[in-house]
């Protein structure tokens, strides 16, 4: 999907009044750079623009920007989300930004020309003149080449945004931490419980039949079985060769729970 164009939403707002040869007029100024500069600010747009007759005259753009409550609001509500907070990250603006704004009653760019204040230098009584036009034009491009500064108009750069939206995280993965349980077998004062059960048989094994009186434990008694049906291994009884490997394997740590002292 391409990404939204913040420009064309500028400017259609603003071709809606109907003013062609104005417009005609600044979009000829625009393209022939004759907008020398463009300063965006909180709540100020400043363009110098050239007029024909090789005057500059200074074209300024007013809008309200947000209050202090207002984006601790959005700011709240981009953090909440991941992929907002990534979007913004990766320099663009959520796609559901115009949403999330309405939600407070808010809209990132002018709705019509009365959310808006116009004035420019220039000797003209008509307003917008061809020079605030002009201005309006490069400044549409601006938007689409950062759409930062869409967001700085209305009060928040770039850089406070994201640290705002860094400490919200921040804060939020922090209470998560603080809310969390640790696991009863983590705590340094609570040993893993499967350590001491180590070496005792498991629910499903069967217990061992009681030792009868007098009676020696054998890991290697298996292995007389085999003076029945003898192998080898060349010269060598695989018995004989086995009974010392049993022995050590069968042989357990009298400390250990369920071990028995090697007799």
């Known amino acids: 999907m391409p990404e939204r164009s913040w420009a064309h939403q500028f400017i259609v707002m603003l071709e809606s009044l109907r003013m062609g040869t104005t417009f005609s007029q600044g979009r000829r100024y625009a393209r022939a750079g004759q907008v020398r500069s463009v300063t965006i600010s909180t709540s ?3 363009a110098l623009v050239v007029d024909d007759d090789g005057d500059t005259y200074r074209a300024r753009i007013g809008v309200k920007a947000f209050t ?4 601790a609001r959005i700011e709240r509500a981009l953090a909440g989300e ?19 704004l309405a939600g407070f009653g808010l809209s ?6 009365s959310d808006i204040v116009l004035d420019c230098s220039c000797p003209g009584w008509q307003k917008p003149c061809r020079h605030l036009t002009a201005a309006c034009y490069v400044l549409a491009e601006e938007f689409d080449a950062d759409p930062f500064a869409v967001l700085a108009w209305r009060g928040r750069g770039r850089d406070e945004l994201l640290e705002a939206l860094r400490a919200h995280r921040v804060s939020a993965l922090g209470h998560i931490a603080r809310h969390q349980q640790p696991h009863p077998s983590a705590h340094p004062d609570n040993p893993d419980p499967g350590s001491a ?10 217990p061992p039949p009681p030792a009868v009186p007098g ?4 890991g290697d008694a298996i292995l007389d079985q085999l003076d029945q049906l003898p192998l080898t291994a060349g010269r060598f009884d695989v018995a004989d060769l086995l009974r010392g490997a049993y022995r050590t394997f069968t042989h357990r740590d009298p400390g250990l729970p ?3 002292p090697r007799r």
């Open 44 to 46: 100020i747009v400043t």
């Open 68 to 71: 202090a409550a207002d984006w």
């Open 82 to 100: 991941a992929i907002h907070a990534a979007k913004l990250l990766a320099g663009h603006l959520p796609d559901d930004l115009d949403t999330i």
């Open 108 to 113: 990132l760019l002018p709705q019509n020309l």
């Open 197 to 206: 059960t180590f070496w005792a048989a498991g629910p499903r094994t069967s």
């Open 215 to 218: 009676s020696v434990h054998r």
């Open 258 to 260: 369920g071990s028995h």
